[in-house]
Each structure stands twice: as structure tokens, then as C-alpha cells.
């Protein structure tokens, strides 16, 4: 099954006035969050785009995409901090004007390795060095240990040597995204210590966000099989969520008040089929930010499961991803050229 894209505008920066409609605020956000039936087609600005349709990144050589995704031999594998590091020219010795653009991986709660390499090929044919993070569900459960998780990839971002001059895409998923909130509410709070990593953050992508009243399933599910397992562990949650509120829940509060405002250029991965991920408050969120004419990339299926997208639609996945990349200020992207 086919799914649907809709792109504010080709390039990022751009500004144009698609809706005469008030704006989408976060109190609108917060309601729909109890309101999981809202289709696309009531989002007025969001705008059936052909130039992704037609979009075919022929720079691409598919033969040696291929060879990409099955030969990892050349690439160069080594810890920073917490984080794992992965590039074909780590010192950046190689012919290149221009430092190769890193993304982070933020993964899903017990990602496998093995299943974050298939994204991270993507990046790589793109010219894109790899930073992985693992997330726990100690990350989440108590918020603040995700948050020093956060500072200490920020550190890693502003002071390693490899890093330092490098633009950033973030490419969060599920509730691995709240560490993306976590980066936005440190730039909140000394604007002036991050400002460098600040301004070198192109990029957002979320892919199957989970949001705080579907976080509690979403841990409930990565950490058990069991159905009977899922029922307590999600109950669970619930009772140390309502018994913490000062403590724990006003962290996610916070998080979700800082994802609201926004302003990096951001492409949403999601599908209806998702029962963790609400599909009525992404697309109250592109809308909101596409009112603010923040560039705001969607594509939307209807059968793939929580971040299932790449597995069940490869090619839509990698289109609407490249079609984003392309259209960031990333400077020039040294692409793999066939030998």
C-alpha cells in the first residue's frame, strides 16, 4: 500500500501563506491527544507536494548502493563517550572542502544493532557520518538520567574533536525522540554554552514519535512479548507516573511544551497502523509548525507498524528521507562516486 507525502515547500527556508485558518496552538495539540480519529485530509495546510512524487535521486548509482548496504569493511567503528562512532575517513584526511555531516541515531527502547545499521546505511550513501545512541528504559522511566544521557551527547557534540565542526541531523525514534526534547530544553536554558551545536542542528527526523500518553505502552511492549506482562508493566507506569508528578511527569510535560516550539527544519514518519504512536498529534504538530513556516516534510502509510516504516515500504522510506536531506543547508555533501 502506497502512502502519501505532503512537503510545505521544496526548500527549506522558504515562506509562503497556504491557510487563512487561526493558528494551531499547543492547547489544540494537547486536546487531540484524547482524539486519535482525525484524518489528514482535515489538515488544510497540508498540501499534496508532486515535486516529491517525482522526486529521483539519480546521483545515486543503485549498483553501488547495493554494494553500500552489504560491504561495511571500509568504515571505521570506535566508542565516544557512551556513543558509538562510524565513518569511511574518521579524521577527515580525505579529499573533501567540507566536513561530512554526522546524523544521530537516537533508537527505540532495546534497538538491536543489527536494525539501526539499515538506517544507518541510508545516511551513508548520502555522505553522512553515524552517531548511535542506545536507548534504555531507564532513560525514560526516570527522566533525569535521560537527561544528563542528552548532555552528555551534547559535550560529545560541542568538544570532540571529529564532531566539532560537523552539521548535525537528529533522527529519533519512538520515545528515543524525548531525547531530542531534552537537547532543545538545554539550548532553552544556556542558549550561550551551546550556541554552536545549536546553530549547526539542520535536521529532525521522527520517526514513529511516541508521545507521553502512549509512552507507558510503548515500554510495556519493547519489554515483554506476554500480553498478561504488557498489561502490568503498563499499569505499572501509569501508577508511578500519577504518584511522581512533580518528579517525574513535569519532565515529560516540559519536554512536550519545548517539542512545540520547534524551529528545525523536521520530516515525520508515521503511519495510521501505529497503536503507539498518534497519528492525530503528528499531524497537529505539522500543521502547527507549517502555520509558523517552519519546513515540514510528512509522509504518512497505513499499514506499517511502529517503526516498521523502512522494513515494510524500503523504497517510499528511503525516497521521502533523501527527498528531506536534500532540501537541508547540510553545505556540500561529497556523494560516493562509482570506482
Given amino acids: 500500500m502506497e502512502g502519501s507525502i505532503t512537503s510545505r515547500h521544496p526548500v527549506a527556508g522558504t515562506t509562503h501563506s497556504t491557510s487563512n485558518q487561526s493558528p494551531v496552538t499547543e492547547q489544540d495539540i494537547r486536546r487531540d491527544k484524547k482524539d486519535s480519529a482525525v484524518p489528514s485530509s482535515c489538515l488544510s495546510s497540508a498540501l499534496k507536494a508532486p515535486d516529491i512524487l517525482a522526486y529521483k535521486p539519480a546521483h545515486i548509482n543503485p549498483a553501488l548502493f547495493t554494494r553500500c548496504l552489504s560491504d561495511s569493511s571500509h568504515l571505521v567503528r570506535f566508542k565516544i563517550g557512551s556513543f558509538e562512532f562510524c565513518s569511511p575517513d574518521p579524521t577527515g584526511k580525505a579529499c573533501n572542502p567540507h566536513p561530512r555531516p554526522v546524523v544521530v541515531l537516537v533508537g527505540w ?13 541510508l545516511y551513508r550513501v548520502k555522505g553522512f557520518d553515524v552517531l548511535t545512541m542506545d536507548v534504555s528504559p531507564i532513560h525514560i522511566v526516570r527522566p533525569t538520567v535521560g537527561k544528563k544521557y542528552a548532555m552528555e551527547l551534547l559535550e560529545v557534540l560541542q568538544k570532540n574533536d571529529i564532531l566539532a565542526s ?3 541531523v537528529i533522527h529519533g525514534f519512538s520515545i528515543g525522540a524525548f531525547i531530542y526534547t531534552q537537547l532543545q530544553l538545554a539550548f532553552e536554558k544556556d542558549p550561550t554554552t551551546f550556541l554552536d551545536v545549536c546553530q549547526r542542528m539542520t535536521g529532525v527526523v521522527m520517526d514513529s514519535p511516541a508521545y507521553m500518553d502512549h509512552m507507558c505502552q510503548g515500554i510495556a511492549d519493547s519489554a515483554s512479548s506476554v500480553s498478561i506482562v504488557r498489561i502490568l508493566i503498563n499499569s505499572s507506569l501509569r501508577f508511578y507516573l500519577r504518584m511522581f508528578p512533580k518528579s517525574v511527569t513535569f519532565h515529560y510535560c516540559e519536554a512536550e511544551r519545548i517539542f512545540y516550539s520547534n524551529t528545525v ?3 515525520f514518519l508515521y503511519s495510521s497502523a501505529d497503536k503507539i504512536s498518534s497519528t492525530a498529534v503528528t499531524e497537529r504538530y505539522i500543521e502547527a509548525w507549517r502555520k509558523k513556516n517552519l519546513f515540514v516534510v510528512g509522509q504518512k502509510w497505513h499499514d506499517s507498524p511502529h517503526v516498521g516504516h523502512l522494513r515494510k515500504h524500503p523504497e517510499e522510506y528511503s525516497k521521502a528521507l533523501f527527498f528531506f536531506l536534500d532540501r537541508l543547508n547540510l553545505g556540500k555533501i561529497v556523494q560516493k562516486t562509482s570506482s
Avoid at 109 to 121: G, I, M, P, T
Wanted: charged share 30%; no cysteine.
Fill in 109 to 121: 527502547l532495546n534497538a538491536k544493532k543489527q536494525h539501526l545499521e539499515k538506517f544507518a546505511d
Fill in 166 to 168: 560537523k552539521s548535525i
Fill in 265 to 267: 527544519p523536521t520530516l
